[in-house]
Nanobody
């Protein structure tokens, strides 16, 4: 079992930056591919970014490329999502997810563990 706890969400103006954090409950974290998803009201959960545990390769949805960066600190059992140049359409609940395979997957059903989410609201 792996428990995930997100933090760092908030209300910001368009163009601002935020950094989300997700802390895992176990040091086995280092053997999980980690990802961030988001879900806006009335919409399906959307893949945002992932980072594999072998080599740390990353993957992003096109809409955040160049603005968001996913990273991990295995010593702290933590994955981060640094978000810059936030847009109104980035408003959503952001969820951390984990899967015990070294694979880049964009589908939510492939992930085994989820956090409770943290809200990001971008205002004009």
């Amino acid at each position: 079992q792996l428990q995930l706890v997100e933090s760092g969400g908030g209300l910001v103006q368009a163009g601002a930056s935020l950094r989300l954090s997700c802390v895992a409950s176990s040091s086995t974290f280092r053997r999980y591919t980690m990802a961030w998803f988001r879900q806006a009201p009335g919409k399906e959960r959307e893949f945002v970014a992932s980072i594999r545990w072998v080599g740390g390769s990353t993957d992003y949805v096109d809409s955040v490329k160049g603005r968001f960066t996913i990273s991990r600190d295995n010593a702290k059992n933590t994955v981060y999502l640094q978000m810059h140049s936030l847009k109104l359409e980035d408003t959503a609940s952001y969820y951390c997810a984990a899967v015990s395979r070294d694979i880049a997957v964009h589908t939510a059903t492939n992930y085994d563990y989820w956090g409770q989410g943290t809200q990001v609201t971008v205002s004009s």
